[in-house]
């Protein structure tokens, strides 16, 4: 059975950065699109980023509200992925969760594996 863990969530103050992780077990990274999802109460879990599996050219997909604070990554010898983010506002505040998928894409319903999510808090 596939899993995926993300750690790497706390608290932190406006401008400063994280770096989330997403170990996966029982499945490669490399042989997947792996992409990170946000949400907040009461919303619909949003796209945040994507990087496509190896043999496609490890390209990447951000949201717009992400695009030069987030980079997705790969480290395929650690078998994880990661999310490095920084310059962060309030409104990067959500649960993250790390996702497993054949195709690089933004809608939620193409990603077949999930983690339980960690919690990112960004402090005005």
């Known amino acids: 059975q596939a899993q995926l863990i993300e750690s790497g969530g706390e608290l932190v103050q406006a401008g400063g950065s994280l770096k989330l992780s997403c170990a996966a077990s029982g499945l490669t990274v490399s042989a997947h699109t792996m992409a990170w999802f946000r949400q907040v109460p009461g919303k619909e879990r949003a796209f945040v980023a994507a990087i496509s599996r190896k043999e496609y050219g490890d390209s990447t997909l951000y949201a717009d509200s992400v695009k030069g604070r987030f980079t997705i990554s790969r480290d395929n010898a650690k078998n994880t992925a990661y999310l490095q983010m920084v310059n962060l506002k309030p409104e990067d505040t959500a649960v993250y969760y790390c996702?497993?998928?054949?195709?690089?894409?933004?809608?939620?319903?193409?990603?077949?594996?999930w983690g339980q999510g960690t919690r990112v808090t960004v402090s005005s």
């Open positions: 996702a497993s998928g054949p195709l690089l894409e933004k809608n939620p319903i193409e990603y077949g594996f």
